[in-house]
């Protein structure tokens, strides 16, 4: 008996087939031509989907769909998945393949159920395949199976794909859980820093509202700098955590209301590597330190603790440091009445490159132009 083999050819033109098909048969070769099925996926796009349902944390409705039918293909009978709804009390169809009986679609189940019982259906009964072991309240596998011993021997195929469909389920199920736990860590680290500037206010050496003033103003002078995502989320607790540093230093220095002497000001100059010490093995923090330990380095390298030296100085320090003068020159002072903006926006620009990053002070004068509204207090 003569041997045949058979060749698949995908991503070809029909023009490419076509030229194929002559080569072999000029070759010698007996052809025989079969046609793929209208829309039936090739391996690439059978691969993807698969890979999307089974991996993916929340598969379509589209590939779910396509899924089942290339089950219920394999096994040689329509099948459907039956899952908790949003409130989790009851099963109900999620997609089923052609030829599923659609009366059993509309079925409901409680979903702590011990069994499930479908309405009988002319030539065909239900045989059901749980997706996380016995616990039928993670959703069900439903094949419609005619009964014949052939069908029926698709039992093991079924489970499998149910099993797997499970581990997706669950899956998905503790990706949702941890991000709802990241979500409550993240808004307890947010209230914590915002509880710490509170602190610093009722102690009195903070002007009232200056934390809550400058950290928006940072924000929307980061945004404008094309910082995002991680990078903001660490310059609004850095711009909260400025000060926080002073809360170790004697009431008798944060309030004393004249000059401060030279071993005053040193221990002054020390808050912001006590913030720094402070905070450094608290890792969710780590990134928001920048400010608090550098936002009083200055871009020509005279500045503190570290004497750091234009783009040595993290961004977030050199854009808070815009924004801190800049809300400090607009504050009454005891020893000094609040300026005009138009006054502050001069001091800046007459500090760029020296006290500032002028890259970031044009970068704020232009915001406050196309913004006039960030000139009010509080804006």
């Known amino acids: 008996m003569a041997q045949k083999f058979c060749i698949t050819v995908h991503a070809a033109s029909p023009e490419q087939r076509e030229e194929l098909l002559r080569a072999l048969k000029g070759a010698g070769f007996e052809i025989e031509v079969a046609t793929s099925r209208e829309n039936e996926p090739g391996p690439a796009t059978l691969a993807a989907m698969m ?94 199976i005619p009964g014949d011993p052939v069908t029926k021997g698709a039992a093991p195929l079924l489970e499998t794909l149910a099993r797997a469909l499970g581990e997706s389920a669950a899956r998905g199920a503790r990706f949702r859980t941890l991000d709802r736990s990241l979500c409550l860590l993240e808004s307890s680290i ?128 050199r854009i808070f440091a815009v924004v801190d003068v800049w809300d400090s020159l607009l504050s009454d002072r005891s020893y000094r009445r609040s300026w005009t903006p138009g006054k502050a926006l001069e001091h800046l620009d007459r500090g760029a490159g020296i006290q500032f990053d002028p890259d970031v002070v044009s970068a704020f004068a232009s915001l406050m132009q196309e913004e006039p509204s960030l000139f009010a207090r509080p804006f």
């Open 51 to 144: 890979a999307r349902v089974l991996l993916e944390t929340d598969p379509t409705g589209v590939d779910l769909s396509a899924f089942l039918e290339f089950s219920a293909e394999l096994a040689g009978c329509p099948v459907a998945l039956f899952s908790p709804g949003n409130g989790r009390t009851e099963l109900t169809c999620k997609a089923a393949s052609r030829a599923f009986p659609e009366a059993w679609t509309l079925a409901r189940f409680p979903a702590d159920t011990s069994g499930i019982a479908f309405e009988p259906f002319p030539g065909t009964s239900p045989l059901s395949f749980a997706l996380d072991g016995n616990d039928l309240a993670a959703g069900i596998l439903v094949a419609s």
């Open 190 to 317: 947010d209230a914590m820093v915002e509880s710490c500037v509170r602190l610093l206010e009722l102690r009195g050496n903070e002007t009232e509202g200056h934390g809550s003033r400058v950290t928006k103003l940072a924000v929307r002078l980061g945004e404008r700098m094309g910082l995002a995502g991680r990078d903001l989320v660490d310059l609004r607790r850095g711009a909260l955590l400025h000060d926080i540093g002073k809360l170790t230093l004697p009431d008798s220095l944060l309030q004393k209301a004249g000059n401060l002497t030279e071993d005053e000001w040193k221990t002054m100059r020390s808050h912001t590597v006590r913030a720094h010490d402070a905070l450094r093995e608290v890792r969710a923090l780590q990134g928001a330190l920048d400010i608090p330990l550098c936002h009083h380095e200055r871009y020509d390298g005279s500045g503190y603790p570290g004497g750091l030296r234009g783009n040595a100085i993290p961004i977030a320090a």
